[in-house]
């Protein structure tokens, strides 16, 4: 009785063990994906900025604006960008903007998440 008692303890904390294990990998995939989507970004001086218009997304008006970066080679590219919970920034500073794409109507915008100074 006695060692059936201590088999089934280690049969347990096996179970224990192996679920643990797949929990863990699981999460850490996870974890792994955002951060992978969080190293998405521009990097540049902006040169010019203007509010463009709206787009509708999920039954809401959103504004966007067309950004001009400057690259460190000097050159200018465009981008139809979406900030979210901040201000869109002020011109001739150097930036990181991180950012997710949202399309709409075949148009791809670029969903402004952080910005950092360099």
Request: charged content about 20%; glycine content about 2%.
């Amino acid at each position: 009785m006695k060692i059936t008692g201590i088999i089934g303890v280690i049969i347990v904390t096996f179970i224990i063990i192996f679920v643990a294990s797949i929990t863990y990998s699981k999460v850490e995939s996870i974890r792994e994906t955002q951060n992978n989507k969080a190293d998405q970004f521009f990097e540049g001086a902006i040169i010019h900025i203007n509010k463009n218009t709206t787009i509708q997304i999920d039954k809401s008006t959103i504004p966007y604006w067309i950004v001009t970066l400057r690259d460190e080679s000097n050159e200018s590219t465009s981008y139809p960008m979406i900030f979210e919970d901040t201000y869109p920034p002020l011109q001739n500073i150097s930036l990181r903007l991180y950012y997710r794409t949202e399309t709409v109507d075949d148009e791809t915008y670029f969903w402004i998440t952080q910005i950092e100074q360099i």
